[in-house]
């Protein structure tokens, strides 16, 4: 019988202030060195890299079946800062398996979900605290910090969704968000930048 069965309802906590969740989740930290080449500065890239290769962006994940039938949840918190003008932002993905959805709820700070697909449009999505954004589908998602402060957003998606990072490694995220006169502009982009 499968372990889907047999798993007994729980309920964990979450840190609004910090965006951690307890009991300890499954935690993964990524450094400015493993967003290589996804930053359109190169020169801002490798210096920042070399003066300290700060945290980007931290997740923290339930642990439950990544399979059919559960649900995955967890936060990002994405820290502030910029490589040159453009924004500190997280990888950015398809779903492996394209038809599946998900929702990201923005717990604090502020930022963008921007989301693209494979017919070539694009959206971005205001995030700041209570707005709950729907990403249908078929769509690729990336997120970034636009503030001075942590942007937490909280996450659920079908455990059998699985990661496709090759297809943005590639080919780019279509939108871009860079800091002009001191607010953030969303550009369209062609290519890895
Ligand atoms: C998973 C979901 C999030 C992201 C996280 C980091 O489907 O979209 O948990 O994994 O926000 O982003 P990325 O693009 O590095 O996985
Ligand atoms: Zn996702």
Redesign the pocket.
Known sequence: MSSRNHMAPFAVNIDLNTGHIGPPARA?T?RLSDLRGLFCDEAAYSALTAAGDPVV?E?Y?VRVPEEDGHL?S?T?IIHPGQVGREYFF????Y?LSEPRA?I?TCLRGEGYLLLGNREGESRSIVMIPGVSAY?PPYWA???LNTGSHPFI?H?V?PGD?G?D?GS?EQAGFPLRVFEERGRPAVKASAGPC
């Open positions: 993964l990524r962006y997740v994940e995955l967890c990002t997280t990888k950015g993905h779903h998900e990201y990403i998602h990336r997120t957003f996450g998606w969704s990661h990072y943005i």
